[in-house]
């Protein structure tokens, strides 16, 4: 007759609490990597028209910010896109035509100073359209703010 040497295995399992913690250490350090670099891609001295229909939209993956910066005493206008600058609409064509081919989904969210001309606002259109980019929206405040440091609503 034979006698069983192994002992029987626990039937409750043990939980590994140092890969849990890996796994949100790692999560954590990739979301704050994707939210510093959403805060860069705002400007702060950018003042947002204000639109109280404005809805609340998801961020694509394909999104590519475009600042409008408008100095009222020059009458001049200014394009910041992943803290590059341009000074002309046009220039702006070749790195939106780049995103399309990364992303055929790619939209464009145009965050233009309240100041801004409207011709000058065209023109940023109209470089967007040369881009072949149909997607495109406009960034907006639901209400005057008194620093407009806030996250904006888009319409």
Do not use: C
């Amino acid at each position: 007759m034979r006698v069983a040497l192994r002992t029987e295995p626990d039937l409750e399992p043990e939980l590994q609490i140092a890969p849990l913690i890996d796994v949100l250490l790692v999560l954590l350090v990739f979301f704050t990597a994707i939210s510093s670099t959403e805060v860069l891609q705002s400007v702060k001295d950018i003042q947002l028209p204000v639109a109280k229909a404005g809805r609340e939209k998801d961020k694509s993956p394909g999104q590519v910010i475009v600042n409008i910066l408008w100095e009222p005493i020059k009458e001049k206008g200014s394009l910041i896109i992943n803290e590059a600058d341009y000074p002309l609409p046009e220039d702006i064509v070749p790195v939106l035509s780049d995103s399309l081919k990364r992303n055929a989904d790619v939209r464009v969210l145009v965050r233009a100073d309240k100041m801004a001309h409207y011709e000058y606002v065209r023109s940023v259109m109209v470089a967007v359209s040369a881009a072949q980019i149909p997607n495109i929206t406009f960034s907006v405040v639901d209400k005057e703010l008194p620093s407009q440091h806030a996250m904006p609503d888009q319409l």
